[in-house]
């Protein structure tokens, strides 16, 4: 037996970094060979051709969540404790959204309707006499109180039988009174107003409404865009019918609302079908909600 200084153990492969590298690269079947450098994300991906051109150019989206103002409700007016104790009533909420600005209009237009054609119904118009921003808003709760109270005929709230003594219309106005405002209203300035617009004669209070919307609520990060129907068989030419739905007639709006709080954001109303441009109904419907939100971080569920 050799002795402990004369033995040699076995020299085991050299596995430096280098050399196994090189041994990786001297491979003659690699598959790597010939991708380019700083190429290997791109590689594993699949090459996708979405089919709009116009999504090649658009610039690439935030990285974070940036908001044009702290999402929530925005009252510029409420301030401290004191100053929101005027939102204790129903109708200092409603009055965000019906200002006393549209108010004005809304009466001016009604009074100067009824001047123009009140001897086309002279029953009506024979007891006639301005509409103001009060009686307005009275007449609103009437029209709202009329659509939750469910009675044969609007005639049955000014009744005096028993049978309808818990109803309180009467107290509020009379009967020929809201039949007249009902007769003269105008929300629309005929001198301005499209005649051949299908919604010529609201235009003017859905844009409103849809701006106040917008002004006083910041939506959070996740939005929706769906459809909802507004229950009603009155006589329009955008009138839907869905059958699946539980509000089966109505008007259809394309709603962009906050998936948090539930808030409506914007909204749009569906006129029935028209030419939505090269790229269909949705993509013009997305592409309009979220034209105030676009660009900033936001998650859309559609």
Same mark, same amino acid.
């Given at each position: 037996?050799?002795?402990?200084?004369?033995?040699?153990?076995?020299?085991?492969?050299?596995?430096?970094?280098?050399?196994?590298?090189?041994?990786?690269?001297?491979?003659?079947?690699?598959?790597?060979?010939?991708?380019?450098?700083?190429?290997?994300?791109?590689?594993?991906?699949?090459?996708?051709?979405?089919?709009?051109?116009?999504?090649?150019?658009?610039?690439?989206?935030?990285?974070?969540?940036?908001?044009?103002?702290?999402?929530?409700?925005?009252?510029?007016?409420?301030?401290?404790?004191?100053?929101?104790?005027?939102?204790?009533?129903?109708?200092?909420?409603?009055?965000?959204?019906?200002?006393?600005?549209?108010?004005?209009?809304?009466?001016?237009?009604?009074?100067?309707?009824?001047?123009?054609?009140?001897?086309?119904?002279?029953?009506?118009?024979?007891?006639?006499?301005?509409?103001?921003?009060?009686?307005?808003?009275?007449?609103?709760?009437?029209?709202?109180?009329?659509?939750?109270?469910?009675?044969?005929?609007?005639?049955?709230?000014?009744?005096?039988?028993?049978?309808?003594?818990?109803?309180?219309?009467?107290?509020?106005?009379?009967?020929?009174?809201?039949?007249?405002?009902?007769? $003269?209203?105008?929300?629309?300035?005929?001198?301005?107003?499209? &005649?051949? /617009?299908?919604?010529?004669? %609201?235009? =003017?209070?859905? !844009?409103?409404?849809?701006?106040?919307?917008?002004?006083?609520?910041?939506?959070?990060?996740?939005?929706?865009?769906?459809?909802?129907?507004?229950?009603?068989?009155?006589?329009?030419?955008?009138?839907?019918?869905?059958?699946?739905?539980?509000?089966?007639?109505?008007?259809?709006?394309?709603?962009?609302?906050?998936?948090?709080?539930?808030?409506?954001?914007? $909204?749009?109303?569906?006129?029935?079908?028209?030419?939505?441009? &090269?790229? /269909?109904?949705?993509?013009? %419907?997305? =592409?309009?909600? !979220?034209?105030?939100?676009?660009?900033?971080?936001?998650?859309?569920?559609?």
């Amino acid at each position: 037996m050799d002795s402990d200084s004369d033995y040699q153990p076995e020299t085991d492969v050299d596995s430096s970094d280098d050399e196994v590298w090189e041994l990786i690269d001297s491979s003659d079947d690699s598959d790597d060979e010939n991708i380019p450098p700083n190429s290997t994300l791109n590689a594993t991906q699949p090459n996708v051709n979405y089919g709009y051109d116009v999504l090649d150019t658009m610039p690439e989206a935030p990285a974070s969540f940036l908001p044009e103002r702290v999402p929530g409700i925005q009252l510029d007016q409420v301030r401290t404790r004191d100053s929101a104790k005027q939102f204790f009533r129903a109708i200092d909420f409603f009055k965000l959204y019906f200002t006393m600005d549209i108010v004005l209009q809304i009466c001016q237009y009604t009074n100067t309707y009824a001047t123009e054609h009140g001897l086309q119904k002279p029953s009506v118009f024979q007891s006639w006499y301005e509409l103001s921003p009060d009686e307005f808003y009275r007449f609103c709760g009437l029209i709202m109180y009329a659509g939750i109270v469910q009675v044969p005929n609007i005639e049955r709230f000014w009744s005096t039988k028993s049978l309808y003594n818990g109803l309180w219309a009467r107290a509020f106005m009379s009967r020929d009174r809201f039949k007249a405002i009902m007769c $003269f209203i105008k929300v629309s300035n005929p001198l301005t107003e499209d &005649p051949n /617009g299908k919604l010529c004669k %609201v235009r =003017m209070l859905t !844009t409103y409404i849809r701006m106040k919307c917008i002004k006083l609520y910041q939506p959070h990060q996740n939005v929706s865009i769906d459809e909802r129907m507004v229950r009603n068989k009155g006589k329009y030419a955008f009138r839907q019918y869905i059958r699946d739905k539980p509000t089966k007639w109505g008007m259809k709006l394309w709603i962009l609302a906050d998936s948090l709080s539930g808030y409506t954001y914007d $909204f749009d109303i569906y006129l029935g079908k028209q030419d939505n441009g &090269p790229f /269909g109904l949705a993509y013009g %419907v997305v =592409m309009k909600l !979220t034209k105030s939100i676009s660009r900033q971080g936001y998650r859309l569920f559609f």
